[in-house]
Structure formats: C-alpha cells, structure tokens
C-alpha cells in the first residue's frame, strides 16, 4: 500500500496544474504546549542526542506530567539546570541554590542562580541539545528569561543547539506597555531592550534575543495559541511559578503592583494589594478609579497600618498591568510625596527601582509629579518603536503582509525567512523550517548546492536552480526550482511534503498553506 500511495503521489506531481484546490475552512486546533508537540512531532531533534535540561515545577505538560520524566523515559536526558528558586522551585527571592546530584535520577542538578549564572563549559561537559521549560509570567524584570539569554549565549559559545518548549505569555501577546529598558540597564533583572510589559512568548522572546546571539536555535511552538489568548482561555491548570506567584491573579498582578521597589509603594497578598506607609485608602481609591483603567475596580483596604487598595480584576483581557502601576505609583506621588532611590548612569550605581524602571527616566517623571498621561506619552515613541522592532520575532497570530502563512497539523512553522509565492505561483519556505516539522533529516551539500532529505524509505534530493527532483533515484520534474534568497535556500513546499507524504491544502480567506501528516 505505501508503494501505491508513494507512486500516486509522483504521477500528481507530473499532472500539469489543476484548477486551485478548493477552500479548506482553518479548524480551530486544540490547544498544545510546546512540551506536548515535542513528543508529538518533533522527537528527531533530540533522538540519540544527549539532552539537558533547564526547567523547573512549571515545566509540566497540559495533564501534569512533568518534561523531567518524560525525557528520562524517552530521551537520554543527561543533566538539569535551575533558574532562581531552583529545579524544585522552593528557593526564596535571591537565595542562591547550589548545584546537586539527583537521587532518583542520578544525573547533575546545576544551579544557575548560585556561584554562576551561566552555563559554565563543566556544565555543558557532555551534552548535544539543551532544552528551556519554563513557564515565564511575561514581565520584564522576572528572571527566567534572563536565564533563558544566558544559556542561549553559552550554548553559542560551545556549539550546543538550543530548543524552547514554548509556553503561553499569561497575560496575553497584546499586552505591550512601559518604557524601553536603556543600554546601561541591561542585567539580571532586564536583560535585553524591552518595555516592561513585552507581550511575547518565550520562544518568540528566544528569537527577540537571537538577533544579539546568534545561536542555533529552535522553537517548537504551541498548537492552537493566537495573541489574543491569556492564561485562562488554554484550559490549563496554573502552577505556581515562584513562590510569590503562586496564583494566575498574581501573574498579571506582578507588573501591576511590584514596581515600586525602594519608594515606599509596596504590593502585598501576592500581587494583589498595593500601597504604603501615610497613604490615605480611599483617596488612593478615588484616584485610581477616576482614572477608569479598563478591567479592574479599586478597593480601599488597609494592611496593617499601611494604606492602599486592593486589585479587583474584573476583565482580565481588558486589564493593562503597567499601565496601572504608572498610575498607582504617580497617584502615590502626589498623596505621600515619597522619595525616588538614587542612581547613577553605571549598572553598578543603579537602585533596583532603576533596574526594575529599565533606566532613571520613571524616577526623574514622578520626581517631576508628572500625570501618567505625561509619563505615557513620554515613553509612547519608543514603545511604538519597540512593537515594530519585534515583529520579524513573533510566532503567532502575525502575518505582517510578508507572505503566506504555514501550517503543519494546526502548528504555526517559521523561520528567519519568510514564505513568498514566486512567478510559478508556488509557495517557496526554506528547507530546514518545512523538513523538521515533517519530521525528515536535512542534509545540505555545499558544493552540489543540493538538500537531501530522508524520511522512513525516502530520499529526497533538490538541486538549486533545477527543475528535476530526484526520489529514491528517479527524476520527477517541476514546474519551478529551488532557489537561493536572503542566505536561506527556497523550495516549493507542495512539491516537498506530498513527496514526505503529507497533505497540502491552500486557504484563501487566511492565506495559509495547511499540512496535514495525516489525511
């Protein structure tokens, strides 16, 4: 029956071009965590390879089993590396960790937050592949992703591919907000130029940050997420990503209320209050309120002899964390007047309020008692900046008026070269982006200007600038050939994954190149 299949499957390729395939409405997939498409789809990168990886409670799948176990059970998972509160997650805020040996595993448990935060080439002894787990909360200042730069930059140095499971942003991909972080604030706690809000998942974050690194890197990408989705629409169960957010609420509290480190306006409940010393509860209330921030009501409520307000989030889509922190904490300027920690122009002279600020600008605003309209606006240019700057890196939900969209199983592929349909009406995406998602083994060679691509009894070659395929040694013709653009090699990917056995369909209303594996 495969011969059959594989034989149809040339004779429709050498049949001249039908009319165009009829409309396949998009079906809305199911949601799929990265760590669940890995095993689904995109095994093959870690097979045979000795893998580590960085993780902690959060790296779970959608049914709670843990990514640990299940590379222990069908990978050779060889080493672990924790972020700050360990693999375990029960290290408090600071607290260095030290590195163990696991004893039911019996492989190395390196901490990246004790006497190094970066993967030192003893950690990186013996490993092929390092993979990132770790459910990030969207905020700038968290430090996951701080981590997650610092193992891509060591995998750089020392030739290690690095694959992210990609997780859902909590707060949303729309939510984009707070000013740029400046040059000299780049560190632990603000590790590349983004606003404080910056409405990316990790692995669009993980491309974000390649465009310093340069590291080889691959995301495999959730199935069934779109920008518009937070926390609440995927279905899944929250685990705690911290000890101090150890709720969904205070994911989206964090940004809203833990901001003002140093100035005498503190959160409390977990992210859930925010407040200070002289300031009056109701007039902090009213203030707020009158501000009619989207999504969330204000409530007066003292903590110990502390006054502030509790958040009451009654539209999470709606509700904007950032720009509700700019408005408690410019609103607790005018009521307590409270002091702004001093810094320098040196990362080494900053407060942590500047840290956190991304920069001395916020503390010179609020110094000036500046309205949050005035402190929005002063920041609105570079944010717009921002957002263009990072489309090339976005993953989902983007089309950017590049070209046509690619879909494999309801899973969103990508590259660093986008799709286009060239002048034989053919949809071209680069080799390796369509050969991995299908689950083939890519060869290039240089010198032929030739990719090989081999999967189960096939083997496929396409030649540059040719016309001819050639399939288990025989030639097919084409009606365009593989070309050369932008420093990625170009091939017509109807002609590629029917010869990997899959289905191509062409959807009109989206402009989207839909894959099926199976029928």
Request: proline share 7%; net charge neutral.
């Amino acid at each position: 029956m495969r011969k059959v299949i594989f034989a149809l499957t040339i004779i429709a390729l050498l049949l001249p071009a039908a009319a165009p395939p009829a409309v396949v409405a998009l079906e809305k997939p199911a949601f799929k965590l990265g760590n669940e498409v890995l095993f689904e789809r995109y095994l093959h990168l870690i097979e045979g390879k000795r893998v580590g990886l960085v993780t902690n409670p959060t790296g779970v799948n959608s049914k709670g089993e843990k990514t640990i176990d299940l590379l222990y059970e069908r990978a050779n998972l060889v080493a672990l590396y924790g972020p700050e509160h360990g693999v375990d997650g029960k290290a408090a805020a600071g607290a260095y960790v030290e590195s163990y040996i696991d004893p039911i595993l019996n492989i190395p448990v390196y901490s990246l937050y004790g006497a190094t935060r970066r993967p030192t080439a003893t950690m990186l002894q013996g490993i092929d592949v390092i993979l990132f787990d770790i459910q990030d909360i969207g905020a700038r200042s968290y430090t996951y992703i701080s981590t997650m730069y610092y193992v891509m930059e060591a995998a750089k140095e020392h030739n290690i591919p690095v694959i992210i499971l990609d997780r859902p942003n909590p707060v949303g991909g729309e939510i984009c907000e707070g000013p740029v972080l400046e040059d000299f604030t780049i560190g632990f706690v603000g590790i590349d130029n983004l606003p404080i809000a910056h409405g990316m998942t990790v692995g669009e974050l993980a491309r974000f940050f390649n465009r310093k690194i340069g590291a080889n890197l691959q995301v495999v990408p959730m199935e069934g997420y779109t920008r518009d989705m937070i926390w609440q629409d995927t279905g899944l169960t929250w685990v705690p990503t911290s000890p101090m957010i150890p709720y969904v609420e205070s994911a989206f509290g964090y940004n809203a209320t833990g901001l003002g480190d140093g100035t005498g306006i503190r959160q409390a409940d977990y992210f859930r209050w925010i407040g200070g010393a002289g300031i009056d509860s109701v007039k902090f209330a009213n203030l707020l309120n009158s501000s009619k921030l989207p999504g969330v009501v204000f409530v007066p409520e003292m903590q110990g002899s502390q006054g502030g307000v509790r958040l009451q989030i009654t539209d999470f889509h709606a509700f904007n964390p950032v720009r509700v922190n700019l408005h408690a904490l410019a609103y607790g300027k005018q009521l307590i007047d409270f002091p702004i920690p001093k810094s320098g122009n040196t990362y080494n002279s900053l407060s942590m309020f500047a840290k956190i600020m991304g920069g001395n600008r916020m503390g010179e605003w609020l110094e000036q008692k500046l309205t949050p309209q005035q402190i929005e606006a002063r920041y609105a240019a570079e944010l717009a900046k921002f957002k263009k700057d990072r489309q090339p890196y976005l993953i989902y939900g983007y089309h950017g008026g590049k070209g046509p969209n690619l879909q494999v199983d309801n899973t969103p592929i990508f590259s660093d070269a986008p799709p286009y349909i060239d002048k034989n009406n053919r949809t071209m995406v680069p080799y390796r982006a369509i050969a991995q998602a299908l689950g083939a083994q890519v060869h290039w060679n240089e010198k032929e200007r030739s990719v090989t691509l081999r999967k189960g009894d096939s083997v496929i070659v396409l030649t540059v600038g040719q016309k001819t395929v050639r399939v288990n040694g025989q030639a097919i013709a084409m009606d365009t050939a593989p070309v050369i653009q932008g420093n990625r090699t170009m091939v017509p990917v109807r002609y590629v994954s029917e010869l990997l056995g899959a289905f191509v369909h062409w959807d009109q209303p989206s402009a989207t190149v839909i894959i099926k594996t199976q029928p």
